[in-house]
């Protein structure tokens, strides 16, 4: 059932709202959603009753595919019983997630069979643009729609301005990755952004400085023995959760040596919550510890002397930097984590090989975010795990049938000269491949130069952004917008066209998961039932879009396959026959290798770097100023925070539960109802506080209290904890929508609307923990 959410008040006629100033809006966006010549009424579901006399036994049949509810995009089987997919399971022929899902899963039903998806492309005919306005949505055929987005499209490449298209793409298959990239280089825009930078951009560019290779690091979970997991939620939001979820089980419970799990955060995670220790540490303090920890094992001789002097470099500066300034006594100060806590954590990792150090978001998404990542990856080369077994790995690719190169003409030549409008590789952000939450800004103010017209892809970014508020105003001063996407979602609310996409289990695409197995392993995604409405899959439009646009764009797509089926079929030509693929649902590469040291380190040494010479490079090619010695070492400086600490004397933590579904919904019951598994409820949001900090503020545990920062203020409920550092406010992030469906519409609220905006200025990413705020009673 759900319980009286945190902001929403009883409207009569039974209908939750959210704010007052969601009211209005709310109401239209039901009936602009809820209109029956958008959703097309005669659409059956799964919940339709069985009709009478069709008591016949039911055609059954499990086909093999893949989810996408999370980047991790597992595969799995759907069993399809009288045409309607009934259940979904993990695919055991897969050895990523070695046939398990996560519990997000179980969700695909519902994200197929939403009655509130879009089924026909629909055009804005209110030329007003904003929240609590009515889009006054008309259904326009596929052909009109396409036809005008392709004039237009003509419109900009005639002016020679391609690099005013602006391309989102959220979360999208790998082959609609790949459709959507070669538009953009076909096109001639540079601007084709993605929301890498909401999420840990920072582990990229710390494991750049280290290793040379700007990507996610894999673990080889089954042969570790102990996890020193900085901020990591392992159980929650990491990726790929699936495989996480089976390793853990592994881990704890079916290797003879138990592997040892220590959690370091200032939040009591589910994940801490099933380790052996759990390390409140101040919130931004990671890097400090991660150097106590390297004092520790080089004072006391106890790092991997044969894998540090054969295959490191730069270790002295790493090592004077370690032992001069970073103490157990001195880091405890700054961490509040005890010095002989310290002593004993560095004692253990060293002493318990193959032991991995993980970095994940609580540590890293700070404005010191990357060279925090770099101090953690320095930790596994101390004890020399890496590429061995137990230790990091590194992710094999798939190797696709390759498509031809692209036949550029001048006029995408020109775009592409052009700067970003995220600022990437400039002196703001020098080593960022992406800046999502830079393009608000941008567009705001029209530099590097105005947009004429953007296209979403699957993306939510105003729901996912720290200053979320930003991205709505930014959007409205888009001259054309489109979003493609199978639902309404407040991104979309802003467009002047939307095309319905198709759901993951209605199209024919290819995946991979994130770094996680080492060895790689392609999924198929095929349709297990047949198409609702008039919905097509991404890269079908893409072919559309691009062969109405004409001359180079339409070549650089000839001879693709024509469609996402032939798409799949092409690239996958070269790794297996298309009837074993279509059977099996995966292809899977060769075991992986370890110890590949002489091909492995893309750095100027060609070993694993303690002083980072592709940095030292970075910041003389862009002119920056070095502060010394130390831009070019591992090491913790402050995070800057968002607001006075004597106004705001709490730091806001919005963390990501493990039922937020990541393809930009929560509108579905089943991932409602188990929200918040470390509260116990679901269908809402809590202000989780100290139980000490919150009864000196004469706050009652369940009672409403506001949440404000420098930039606004949210009201939630009050709920006390053990497990939350004294200093810390933390908030679940995924609710707080007002469009996308009537499941989630006015649920709770989204710790966003009060973040600040800021950076880790070397790699784009948000900050997203570094608001300050206060807490009173409401
Ligand atoms: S981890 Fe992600 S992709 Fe895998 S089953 Fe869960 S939601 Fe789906």
Redesign the pocket.
Known sequence: MKSEDAVSQKKPGGLKFNRRTFIKLSALTGVAIGAGQILGPAITHSSDPVPPGAAAPLDEKWINT?????????A?KVRVAGGKAVKIT?NPLSRV?EG??????Y??LQVLYDQGRVNFPLKRTNAQKGKGVDPKWQPVSWEEALDEIARRLQAIRQKEEPHKLLLFSGLNTRSSEDMIARFAEAYGTPNLVSGDALEAETLKAGNWMADGRYGDVAYDLDNTNYILAFGADILESS?????L?RKWGKMRREKPNRTRIVVINPRYSLTAAKSDLWAPINPGTDAALAMALAHVIIRENLYDSAFVSRWTAGFDAYKKLALDEYSPEEVAKITGVDADDIRKMAREFAGTRPAIAIGGREAVDWTNGSYTAYAIACLNALVGSIDVPGGVIYQEGVKFSPMPGIAEDGIAKKGKSQPALDLRKTAKYPLAEVVTNQIPESLLKGEPYPVEMAIGFNSNFNMLSPGMEKWDEALRKIPFYVHIAPFVSEMAFDADIILPATTYLEEWAYDF?PPGSGFAELKLKQPVVPLRGKNRPIPEVIFEIAKKTGGAVANAFAGLGDNAEGFVKYRTASLLSWKEFVETGVWIGNDYEYRKYERLFATPSKKFEFYSGNMKALFAAKKLAAAGDLSFLPHYGAPKFLGEASAFPLVLLPYQPLMV??NGSQNYPWAQEAFLPMCGVGWQVFAEMNTDTAKKLGLKNGGFVWVESASGKIRAKVKFSEGIHPEVVAMATGQGHWSYGKWQTGIGVNPNEITGLDYDSLSGQSAFFNTRVKVYKA
């Not at 398990?100 to 899963?105: E, F, G, I, L």
Request: glycine letters at 6%; charged letters at 20%; one cysteine or more.
């Open positions: 893949s989810c996408i509810n999370c980047p991790a995009r597992c799995i993990g997630s398990k899902v996560c519990p997000r899963a969700v695909g990726r790929p959760l699936a495989r979820l998961s579904v990541e």
